[in-house]
């Protein structure tokens, strides 16, 4: 069973090889070969120099880093965050987790959405 720490590696270790995986894929885009390469797609150029898949990559970017930056920094800012989304208090022994979390450098303090689904 993998900790939280096994759990956010292999997240970030994911995201890592998604976005070395789309890099090709976003350079054909911003080049252009893609649109002359499809078949009735019009030749005429964009009028914006910047492709929107790079406009959504750099939206979903100041996203994840907005997300990052809200985080509970401190055990009573994780109750007040946890009681804010769950209305309720959280569970026994919350303490000993945020601590171990702390000290595993854990990113996501607040993201306990899929835990609650």
Do not use: C
């Amino acid at each position: 069973m993998l900790g939280s720490n096994g759990i956010q590696k292999t997240t970030i270790n994911r995201i890592w090889i998604l976005a070395l995986l789309a890099l090709p894929v976003i350079n054909l885009l911003l080049s252009g070969v893609v649109e002359h390469a499809l078949p009735g797609t019009p030749q005429t150029k964009s009028r914006s120099p910047i492709h929107p898949i790079a406009t959504l990559v750099d939206q979903a970017n100041s996203r994840f880093a907005k997300m990052l930056s809200d985080q509970s920094k401190t055990l009573e800012d994780a109750v007040t965050e946890y009681k804010r989304r769950y209305g309720r208090r959280p569970p026994l022994w919350f303490d000993k987790w945020f601590a171990i979390a702390q000290e595993k450098e854990f990113l996501l303090i607040d993201e306990f959405d899929t835990i609650m689904e």
